[in-house]
């Protein structure tokens, strides 16, 4: 087998991130852009030892499940597939990585919960602008490269943000703006950002500048009149040589320096910067699964470690006594606060700090804790707070995840230090790309 070969065979299962695998005498092809159970003919284009990568040349005989014609904007690299195909797909990721870290067949996965359509669902947008022979281009990078596609419509994020995509390119063009080029570090616009609540009924417009431009006026007058639901145009200026996004300073151009949206009743004020779930609908459903798990009741005193701006805590709030809020990131504490402030919710406490720190205190202050409602970043948790749990004594910990394999890691963990393992709850926050969040619950035997 040699590069540019050309195979036949038939897609027998899928990877992690949703490749294609297709086996020649026992080696596994990796391919793009098909379906578990087609049959297609493939260009080989890379060999490793263990495993190559093909290219799909020909479909022979096309899957019920497939969808074409959906462009595979910024990660959305499952669109090829019905939404049914997906759910299907994410459940048998959890599936293999629980069986592989926990033992073939020990813990249930459940069928993930999807939203009723996969489509246009994220409330945030960030998108990079670049100007190439003259053409102003917004849209996504190329994968493993900082060259920009531009895109017309991108179909996960919400269509108003398509809208005032190809609006704003215009205009940048028409008005002649200093765009950033990343080569020799001069020029000025480098993203733009749209954040819109769930009602549609506010849009924040959010540019990302090396410096203030030329025309910045004229610019902000006329994005304010594009929709009369923008009430915020923000500007960020970002410096530095770098590929993260955000600089250090935000200033407020037009009208408010936030948006403000609802989720399960409880008002949220969101900044430029603020850390939001990007599909409200599903979280709603990732949240409501987690504390249905929890089985709490009205007297019960719960921790929500890792709690960001607050938003399980709160949600939280309405089922129990107490809810401490536990969180590093300082701004996130503060922003958890005034979310609390301004829904007058009273039986939460926000405490900045790490998370065994925090609840060793607690415990010491003779605090009785009923369950602790754990919801890391995706390199999960630290072994140590794990086993503090444990020690502690604390009977119930619900586990949202955002990455299956550290999930189950985790489980492991805990399973070793006699906590009974439930089943596995996948949710589908992300359609049509390979990411899965996951919820379990733990109890101690």
Do not use: W
């Amino acid at each position: 087998m040699q590069k540019n070969d050309v195979f036949e065979g038939k897609v027998i299962d899928y990877t992690h991130d949703g490749l294609g695998v297709v086996k020649i005498d026992n080696f596994p092809i990796f391919i793009e852009d098909v379906i578990e159970g087609e049959v297609i003919e493939f260009k080989i284009i890379k060999l490793k030892k263990n495993l190559g990568y093909g290219k799909v040349l020909n479909i022979i005989e096309n899957s019920k499940n497939r969808v074409d014609g959906i462009p595979k904007t910024s990660g959305a690299n499952l669109v090829h597939m019905n939404y049914e195909e997906q759910l299907k797909f994410k459940k048998k990721k959890v599936q293999n990585v629980m069986d592989k870290a926990l033992g073939k067949d020990s813990i249930e996965v459940l069928d993930t919960l999807g939203m009723e359509d996969g489509y246009y669902y994220r409330n945030k947008s960030v998108i990079p602008v670049q100007k190439v022979n003259g053409e102003v281009k917004m849209g996504y990078y190329k994968p493993r490269s900082h060259d920009v596609v531009n895109i017309e419509k991108c179909f996960i994020q919400y269509d108003e943000h398509n809208v005032l995509m190809n609006k704003l390119r215009s205009l940048i063009s028409e008005l002649n703006l200093s765009i950033y080029d990343e080569n020799n570090h001069s020029g000025a616009i480098r993203h733009i950002m749209f954040r819109t609540n769930t009602l549609k009924s506010e849009i924040m417009v959010g540019i990302v500048a090396k410096e203030k431009f030329n025309k910045l006026d004229e610019f902000v007058e006329k994005i304010s009149k594009l929709d009369d639901r923008i009430v915020s145009i923000m500007l960020n200026i970002n410096d530095k040589k770098t590929n993260v996004i955000f600089g250090d300073k935000t200033e407020n151009l037009f009208g408010k320096d936030y948006i403000t949206d609802t989720l399960d009743g409880i008002e949220f004020k969101i900044s430029l910067r603020s850390f939001y779930q990007v599909n409200p609908v599903q979280t709603e459903v990732l949240y409501s699964k987690a504390l249905e798990l929890a089985e709490l009741k009205e007297t019960d005193t719960i921790i929500d470690a890792y709690c960001g701006i607050g938003t399980i805590s709160l949600f939280a709030a309405k089922k129990v006594k107490k809810v401490y809020g536990i969180e590093i990131v300082e701004a996130a504490v503060l922003d958890a606060r005034e979310n609390a402030k301004n829904n007058n919710i009273t039986n939460v406490e926000f405490l900045l700090g790490k998370s065994e720190d925090v609840i060793k205190k607690l415990i010491s202050q003779n605090v009785k804790l009923d369950a602790v409602i754990v919801d890391p970043p995706r390199k999960g948790c630290e072994e140590s707070f794990l086993r503090d749990l444990a020690s502690m004594g604390i009977e119930k910990i619900v586990y949202v995840s955002c990455n299956p394999a550290t999930l189950a890691r985790d489980m492991e963990i805990m399973r070793g230090l006699g906590y009974k393992l439930g089943s596995v709850q996948p949710v589908d926050m992300f359609p049509g790309t390979y990411h899965v969040e996951a919820v379990s619950l733990l109890v101690k035997e």
